[in-house]
């Protein structure tokens, strides 16, 4: 699910993987894998602004 469209219960949990990869396969059986939609010339974000941009989104999103 791409980060603009995911809906967050009230509660939940993030867990980041690698800047370059992602999480491992082994963890997308525990809940739901969200991407952050970025540009074809960008490789990968750094963690700290993937964790920021999630952030910021968590808090824009209406949680039901």
Known sequence: ?????AKFEPVYGLVFGPENSGLPG??????????IPQS???DSLNLAVSVGITL???RNTDIK
Request: proline residues 5%; aromatic residues 14%; without cysteine.
């Open 40 to 42: 074809k010339t960008i």
């Open 26 to 35: 082994e963890y997308h059986g525990f809940g739901t894998s969200i991407s």
């Open 56 to 58: 910021y989104q968590t």
């Open 1 to 5: 699910v791409k980060l603009p469209l």
